[in-house]
């Protein structure tokens, strides 16, 4: 059983489209966070999300957390080939939360 | 100038064998992680250690053996390698967080060793 779902799993758009990915849970995190990995290296953080409601924006990058602190969503405005990769969302959980949980992971391919 | 390194970054080897992955980070942080990476790019915690303590063994097959020398190392045994066993393994560091949240800031993550076993 998956306790984060990423949706979609895969999105290949056009450069200068705009695109949301989700991050949805059932449970509550005490934190989440977005990574954003490429090939052949480590996930990279993007961002650590913590209060329910907060949205914090990277540039064109804005993620916000849900009211509930169950769900994320990270958007993309006017997206460029360099956005390309594999972007994870991950919630702390645990006693302490002293482990990060990751979801599925979400396939972005921006075409030129 | 690296964070958290691990190596080897590639390690192909036979059915049976003992093989050793290492991993250290120069970010003064005080926990480090081993996590698993599979064909489906989905990551699992397999461990972590806090100050050289294990505070997290997630359900792990015993021929997995992790050892942290000091808190900037953090070492992967495993004894008796299983075609199973071949994903990328990431070595992973996170320094103290805010109100007890340890995840808080975020992990530093190596670049992996892929195991291949054959």
């Known amino acids: 059983t998956q306790l984060l779902e990423q949706s979609p799993q895969f999105l290949s758009i056009q450069e200068g489209e705009n695109l949301t990915v989700y991050c949805n849970s059932s449970?509550?995190?005490?934190?989440l966070q977005w990574y954003r990995q490429e090939p052949g290296e480590g996930p990279v953080l993007l961002v650590t999300?913590?209060?329910?409601?907060e949205v914090k924006k990277l540039k064109r990058l804005t993620f916000q957390f849900g009211d509930a602190r169950k769900d994320s969503s990270l958007h993309i405005t006017a997206a460029q080939p360099g956005d390309t990769g594999l972007y994870l969302c991950?919630?702390?959980?645990?006693?302490?939360?002293?482990?990060?949980?990751f979801g599925q992971g979400t396939r972005l391919t921006i075409n030129p | 100038d690296t964070a958290v390194s691990q190596t080897p970054k590639y390690l192909v080897t036979q059915m049976g064998n003992d093989k050793s992955i290492k991993c250290e980070q120069n970010l003064g942080h005080d926990t480090m992680y081993w996590y698993k990476q599979d064909s489906k790019k989905f990551l699992k915690i397999m461990f972590s250690?806090?100050?050289?303590?294990?505070?997290i063994n997630e359900t792990v097959p015993n021929r997995f053996s992790p050892k942290s020398p000091d808190k900037a190392h953090l070492n992967l045994h495993i004894n008796s390698l299983e075609l199973g066993d071949s994903a990328v393994y990431f070595c992973a560091s996170s320094p103290p967080g805010a109100r007890g949240v340890r995840a808080h800031y975020g992990y530093t993550f190596g670049s992996g060793t892929r195991l291949t076993v054959v």
């Open positions: 250690y806090n100050n050289k303590e294990l505070i």
């Open positions: 999300v913590v209060t329910g409601g």
């Open positions: 449970s509550v995190f005490s934190s």
């Open positions: 991950a919630g702390a959980k645990g006693q302490g939360a002293q482990k990060l949980v």
